[in-house]
């Protein structure tokens, strides 16, 4: 997946759209028009960290929010952060 700046894309079609105008080419603009509205329409998706468990004694901690909990054989089997969401797949030094 590849993240884009939604803000500065609707900018580029705007000024493409006032161009289309220009020169009169209405059904172009149009269509510009319809992916600004599919653009406004698209959900927002926000980067995830990527974290490892550290290991302290009995406490496993999120590598990249610090949260921590006992540590149990099942805890280490998240996948995520409860906390922040990171996704561990990073070291594993649990």
């Known amino acids: 997946m590849k993240l884009i ?6 900018m580029e079609l ?5 161009n289309a105008y ?7 603009a149009h269509a510009l028009n319809v ?7 698209a959900p927002t998706v926000e980067e ?3 974290g490892h468990w550290v290991r302290h ?5 999120c590598s990249e929010c ?4 006992y540590w149990e054989e099942r805890n280490t089997e998240l996948n995520y952060c409860p906390n922040c969401g990171a996704i561990m ?4 030094n649990v």
């Open 5 to 10: 700046d939604k803000d500065a894309l609707s």
């Open 57 to 61: 004694n009995n406490i496993i901690a």
């Open 66 to 69: 610090i949260w921590d909990m």
């Open 22 to 28: 220009a020169k009169a080419d209405f059904r172009f």
């Open 89 to 92: 797949d990073g070291d594993e």
């Open 35 to 41: 992916f600004q509205g599919l653009i406004d329409k």
């Open 48 to 50: 995830r960290k990527h």
């Open 14 to 18: 705007m000024n493409e759209v006032l």
